[in-house]
């Protein structure tokens, strides 16, 4: 596992995860800090006082009588024995153990310190040199309401601190999500401009993708108009010269023909071209009935097709660019193909499924990957390689995908997946 494989990938986590580092070190910097300036000096006036006290009750006990410093110490509230304590050790005494260790300094080798229990409490023991000897409990680190008490108030501003950083994490992922949802129909230049709310930053990002988006629309449409153009152009003298063939007397009838056949050609290469340049996008989307446009596009071939069609396939789309698409696999199947033909429409997943099959050379898979894209084509059977790219472009346009697979035992199979617009 590498590195970079253990840090979240989304901003969210990321930001949680930032978070929370800035929160230990800030525990951390405040375990630290208040060592330093309320542990520190708390345990060396205690220190201090614990001399004073024990210097105090050891003269008092050489002037006066042991059970009159006994009397005095337990009116005093200390809890004094003549046994040594049990020695303890507490997983969590800071303050004690701190004190233990300045306590032990300052009183010197001829006083001993220790911390020990009682009545289920952390106590530290001073023994001071009195005739017996007693033991004094001076400092306790009672269990319970305190530390309850601190740990509570460290999760509740952890718990503060991560709903406030929450809040302002979502504020700023929510936009970006609405951004990574808008993004390709704004790259595509099909999407309304983007409404984000959010931070500065974001707000730019979003208006700089619309303007893309609008930059993006307008040079589709300039290229379509072009083309637009190019076609009128192109399909007027086009048409004088399929005129003037036929009206040329003593002409070759295969020639006249041929003539013919090859201006149909132009004519449906141009077409192929504007509806490629066009992309769809010019088309809205409405509820319509794929099984319809499977029957029509079947009705305008001159093939004998083997077709399975449901009564009804409603779905969102665009039906003027899925007549398109499905009239393309047709005229693919028929022109590279060979007999028999079939063509299946049935619900799969929730979509539509689109097959075409014939029986003809078929495609490896690295034709099949080749053939989706723009001019790759035949040369020999003609075309202008932009069928299949034109059904591939319309397949995602409607949420699917267009597959070319072979079809057992000679043949191609091309599914057309399809889930609306």
């Known amino acids: 596992m590498n590195q970079r494989s253990l840090l979240p990938r989304s901003v969210f986590g990321q930001l949680v995860l930032v978070i929370a580092l800035v929160l230990a070190g800030a525990g951390v910097l405040a375990l630290l800090l208040g060592r330093e300036l309320a542990t520190r000096p708390a345990t060396d006036q205690l220190s201090r006082a ?6 105090v009750v050891e003269e008092l006990d050489r002037t006066g009588s042991h059970d009159a410093t006994l009397r005095y110490l337990r009116d005093a509230g200390l809890s004094v024995r003549t046994d040594a304590p049990a020695e303890a050790h507490p997983r969590f005494a800071p303050f004690l153990r701190a004190l233990l260790t300045r306590a032990a300094r300052a009183l010197g080798p001829e006083r001993t310190v220790r911390l020990g229990e009682q009545d ?7 023994q001071l040199q009195t005739r017996p000897r007693l033991w004094v409990s001076f400092a306790h680190n009672p269990r319970g309401s305190g530390r309850r008490f601190s740990v509570g108030m460290l999760l509740g501003c952890v718990a503060l601190v991560w709903l406030a950083a929450a809040y302002f994490a979502r504020r700023l ?7 990574a949802r808008a993004a390709p129909g704004l790259v595509r230049g099909d ?4 409404d984000v709310r959010g931070p500065r930053e974001v707000q730019d990002l979003a208006q700089a993708l619309s303007r893309a988006s609008h ?8 290229r379509a108009f072009m083309l637009a153009g190019i076609s009128h152009d192109l399909r007027t003298p086009l048409t004088r010269v399929q005129f003037a063939a036929e009206m040329l007397p003593d002409t070759d009838p295969q020639l006249r ?8 050609e132009i004519d449906a290469i141009l077409s192929q071209f504007i509806a490629y340049a066009r992309d769809g996008r010019d088309e809205a989307s409405e509820p319509m009935d794929l099984a319809e446009v499977c029957r029509s596009a079947l009705s305008s071939t001159r093939s004998v097709w083997q ?5 009804s396939a409603p779905m969102h789309g665009r039906p003027l660019a899925l007549r398109r698409a499905v009239e393309n696999l047709l005229v693919n199947a028929q022109r590279h193909g060979a007999a028999p033909f079939a063509l299946t429409l049935s619900q799969r997943d929730g979509g539509w499924q689109v097959d075409v ?3 003809g050379r078929g495609l490896t898979e690295e034709q099949a990957r080749r053939v989706v894209r723009p001019f790759v084509h035949n040369g020999r059977t003609g075309g202008s390689g932009l069928g299949l790219a034109i059904v591939d472009r319309v397949a995602r346009q409607h949420g699917g995908t267009l597959q070319l697979l072979p079809n057992p035992p000679q043949g191609l199979h091309a599914v057309l997946r399809l889930r609306g617009a």
């Open 50 to 55: 614990m001399v004073s006290f024990a210097t």
């Open 191 to 194: 999407a309304p401009p983007v």
């Open 120 to 126: 289920g409490d952390t106590v530290l023991w001073m």
């Open 215 to 222: 930059e993006v629309r307008a040079a589709a449409d300039e």
């Open 257 to 264: 023909e041929g003539i013919s056949h090859d201006i149909q």
């Open 357 to 359: 099959r014939d029986h």
């Open 307 to 311: 077709a399975q069609v449901p009564d």
């Open 173 to 179: 992922v929510m936009p970006l999500r609405t951004l």
